[in-house]
């Protein structure tokens, strides 16, 4: 038995399970009846901090026999202490009493008979984790809330980006469009040796940046940028720091890659980059034809809160070309392309800590979609189809310019940036709608412009004062022009017309300037007192021309268009209290806002005048059971208000079958919503996992309510109280095998939502449920075989309900997508097999399977500093894909036009 207790215990403790854990499952087993020899007494004392004489509770003591095995146990108590039942010996016997917890050194002594108490005065020390090293020469770090990776350990031959060695770091993962995860959480932003030099799009870094460039990479957990309010201000946000191999480099690295193939494909970009402490740039320019999609580079993933400006709520785009979802497939397999873009990133650092940093980006796109699909709406009585096959040709022009002045000193921060975005989006597509055959136009454009200001100095007395300045011009001018008179009965009185014009222009000015007083680290609780001003200034014209069959004009006469006045003024007042402490971390935010709306419009005889005082309060806490493991609790309650698209009167055509106009006073819901993780990490072994829960309640004063026809579909907001209520769950556990090198991740995902729709004056309910299990392996076989695999299994449950909650019209939807990568690898060559198999079914419909094959096969030069490569896509030449989707009352079955067959040839050369 004796032997039992010390083999539980070695192995709980290397576990690292919560001490109390322990402590329950050795009562139990004490309580098993022991043979004892002779008389036994009690030994009792005291576990104490060396340096401030606190007492340390949950401290570990045990005994050990002089074979090392444990023979008694106990954890001290809130004031230190423990007590303990110690059999007779003599005294050759050696009997030791060990104590030890984490975050200080282990002691021990050896048990006298003559000696009752035991006091022990333990020394602190850093919560550094051991560096290890295996055989597969994988280092790991843990410092505090930074976890360090060696590049090297997790980095392959056939690697050539520091973004493929990111994938296979443990604990990691890249979702599609490229934002970065870690241990479920995504990261607030990615730097390079500590700058920002992406400005937060950070998906082109990771793409372009050599792995032989980067010495480690660093997770750092509790995440604050500004190092005036380091270890001042808490925050729950994590970030990805890529340290330099060399920091003084003054050597300029590049890339050039020419491909072309067949069909008519092309390929070809270039990088030219540099990183040191000084300068740091990454400028390309790319164009291919091959499916390559260069929108993700200019995708915003920073989530830094603190910088956020407030409620700048612009208005939502108001006209579409009714297009159907992209097909959930890998992009470059639907997507037919002529894409270039020029993405320019420097920074530079001064000697005096100043921060000079230019991002320009501009991408041009022409590319069609060509698809056709058969909605059901389903009603309690009915069944209204709508089929249509649309051919979209898209052509985009955009161009951001941003410049941002920074210094971040631990007692000054200064930072300011201005910024330019200039966007014109033209679609045309040829239509056939209910056997309706006609073209349409669509026009946007976007006109943004801001300036950005805080300077938050350390004053004297240890605090902290913040001013924040910051102005927004945003306007998207949209145009939607209709060459086939659908919808007469509401756009022309039930006449045959020829076209109908849609304009729509929404100029918006926002303002927001605050100041902000914190009170210094020296306090328990750390505490910040904001005030501020925020206005917004909007308007809302929109004109319905149409064309009559005889070529003459004229405005839609059912009312009199849009043209409305929207101006909203908000003074606010935000107390966050904040407490940072070894085993927990907690920020209240409480602020309270006075908002004054006003919105008119004579022609409607709408005048509003509305005055109210808002109280969004928030918590979020991490509490730690042990240096690396913790739960994150939140809670946020938000009392929000519509904005100008919400109460607009004149009708407005937002796609060619659907018409718009609201009938309410301002949109104002509640929202509340908690959440519960808890964060699993062994570093060391390389595993880590997440479980957690989230549960969201919102209840509006409005509802969209919809009208079906037959050929249309009209929507008008009005009074009616409504609910929606989400819950989901999930887990995740991600571990690195280090003989095999190998990367097992699990995912699984749990959703249940109840809303509510108003469809032909019928208040219909709606519960969905959505379940998803995710498993990826990634590994090497004997060093030159590689493999990758990933499931992904999905189940959605859509249910209309009757007024008693019971089903009345229930759809399940399963899909099963599998993808399989086998390959082999050396210094002279790669070669990898890629499958993917994709099986859906949906009930009274025959199931759909595919199965996707591609190839690559690259020769490394590694004298010349060069690679070619052939890649073939699609070697079967699939060239139609057909989905099933289901949402709330609604069934579609999708076709898709894919690109087919695709050959490449490339030469990469380094330099």
Not at 470 to 487: A, H
């Amino acid at each position: 038995m004796k032997t039992l207790y010390s083999l539980l215990y070695n192995i709980f403790n290397k576990l690292r399970i919560n001490k109390f854990v322990i402590k329950f499952i050795f009562s139990i087993l004490v309580s098993l009846p022991l043979k004892t020899k002779g008389q036994q007494f009690f030994i009792n004392g005291t576990v104490k901090s060396n340096h401030s004489g606190n007492a340390i509770p949950h401290a570990s003591v045990v005994v050990k026999n002089k074979q090392a095995l444990i023979t008694q146990f106990d954890i001290t108590d809130n004031n230190g202490k423990f007590q303990l039942t110690i059999d007779s010996f003599k005294v050759s016997d050696s009997i030791e009493l060990v104590v030890s917890v984490l975050g200080f050194q282990k002691k021990s002594c050896l048990i006298r008979q003559d000696i009752r108490v035991y006091d022990f005065f333990l020394h602190e020390k850093d919560n550094l984790l051991d560096s290890v090293e295996v055989k597969t020469r994988v280092t790991i770090k843990s410092n505090g809330d930074t976890l360090r990776y060696n590049v090297n350990a997790f980095s392959r031959e056939e690697d050539r980006s520091i973004g493929d060695v990111i994938k296979r770091i443990p604990g990691m993962s890249v979702a599609e469009n490229g934002e970065i995860s870690f241990n479920g959480k995504a990261i607030s932003n990615l730097y390079i040796q500590g700058d920002d030099l992406m400005d937060g799009r950070y998906g082109l870094a990771t793409k372009t940046i050599s792995k032989e460039t980067i010495k480690s990479i660093d997770v750092v957990q509790n995440f604050q940028p500004i190092q005036v309010l380091k270890d001042r201000l808490f925050t729950n946000d994590i970030a990805l720091n890529l340290n330099l191999k060399d920091e003084k480099s003054v050597k300029i690295n590049g890339q050039v890659t020419i491909g072309g193939g067949f069909p008519n494909q092309y390929d070809a970009n270039m990088a030219i980059m540099l990183f040191n402490t000084k300068v740091k740039f990454l400028n390309t320019f790319k164009t291919n034809n091959s499916g390559i999609d260069y929108s993700h580079e200019l995708n915003l993933y920073s989530t830094n809160n603190y910088l956020t400006n407030k409620d700048n709520l612009r208005p939502k785009e108001l006209l579409s070309s009714a297009t159907i979802n992209n097909p959930d497939l890998a992009k470059e397999r639907f997507y037919f392309n002529h894409a270039n873009i020029i993405n320019l990133n420097n920074l530079y650092n001064t000697k005096d800590t100043l921060q000079l940093r230019l991002n320009v980006h501009f991408f041009t796109d022409k590319n069609t979609f060509n698809f056709n699909s058969l909605l059901y709406n389903y009603l309690n009585t009915d069944t209204i189809a709508f089929s249509q096959s649309q051919q979209l040709l898209n052509k985009l022009i955009s161009s951001n310019i941003s410049f941002t002045l920074l210094a971040n000193k631990s007692r000054n921060y200064i930072s300011n940036k201005i910024s330019f975005n200039f966007s014109n989006t033209t679609n045309y597509s040829n239509l056939n709608f209910n056997n309706a055959i006609f073209n349409q136009h669509l026009k946007s454009e976007i006109h943004n412009f801001s300036n950005d200001f805080v300077w938050i100095p350390f004053l004297k007395s240890k605090n902290i004062i913040a001013i924040k300045a910051y102005i927004n011009y945003y306007n998207q001018p949209q145009q939607l022009l209709v060459n086939k008179g659908i919808n007469d009965s509401v756009l022309n009185n039930g006449i045959v017309y020829k076209t109908v014009d849609q304009l729509v222009k929404m100029p918006s000015y926002f303002a927001n300037v605050s100041a902000s007083f914190t009170i210094g680290k020296k306090h328990l609780i750390t505490k910040q007192y904001e005030i501020g001003s925020i206005v917004e200034r909007q308007n809302l014209f929109s004109t319905i021309e149409i064309e009559q069959l005889n070529g003459s004009k004229n405005f839609f006469t059912g009312d009199k268009g849009n043209a409305i006045l929207w101006i909203r003024n908000k003074t606010y007042a935000l107390s966050t209290f904040s407490i940072n402490k070894p085993n927990y971390k907690i920020n209240l935010s409480l602020p309270i806002v006075y908002q004054s709306v006003e919105y008119k419009q004579q022609d409607y005889l709408l005048n509003s005048r509305l005055k109210n005082w808002i109280f969004n309060p928030s918590i979020n806490a991490q509490v730690y059971i042990n240096t690396e493991d913790f739960f994150s609790v939140n809670y946020n309650f938000k009392n929000n208000f519509g904005n100008i698209t919400d109460i607009y009167r004149g009708l407005v055509l937002t796609d060619y079958r659907t018409t718009q106009s609201n009938n309410t006073e301002l949109q104002e819901t509640y929202n509340n919503g908690s959440g519960l993780v808890y964060h699993f990490k062994r570093a060391i072994k390389l595993l880590f996992a997440n479980v957690g829960v989230t549960y969201n309640q919102v209840k509006a004063n409005t509802i969209a309510s919809t009208i079906l026809l037959n050929n249309s579909q009209q929507t008008i907001l009005i009074p009616f109280n409504n609910s929606q209520n989400s819950i989901t769950a999930n887990a995740e556990i991600s571990k690195y095998i280090f003989k095999t090198k190998t990367k097992l991740n699990i995912k699984t995902y749990w959703s249940k939502n109840f809303y509510n729709q108003l469809i032909n004056s019928e208040p219909i309910n709606f519960s969905n449920i959505s379940t998803s299990i995710i498993w990826e392996i990634d590994g090497k076989i004997g060093g030159n075989f590689i493999y990758n695999y990933v499931g992904n299994n999905t189940k959605i449950e859509a249910n209309q309900l009757t007024r008693s909650n019971q089903p009345n019209i229930q759809t399940q939807f399963y899909r099963y997508d599998n993808r399989l990568l086998l390959g082999y690898s050396s210094h002279l060559f790669l070669l990898n097999i890629k499958l993917s198999h994709i099986y859906t079914y949906q009930q009274h419909n025959n199931p759909i399977d595919y199965l996707f094959t591609d190839a690559l096969l690259r020769f490394n030069l590694k004298k010349a500093k060069a690679d070619i490569s052939i890649e073939a896509d699609n070697i079967f030449n699939i060239k139609q894909y057909q989905i099933f989707s289901i949402s709330s009352n609604q069934f579609s079955q999708n076709n898709y036009q894919l690109r087919g067959r695709v050959l490449l040839l490339k030469a990469t050369f380094n330099f």
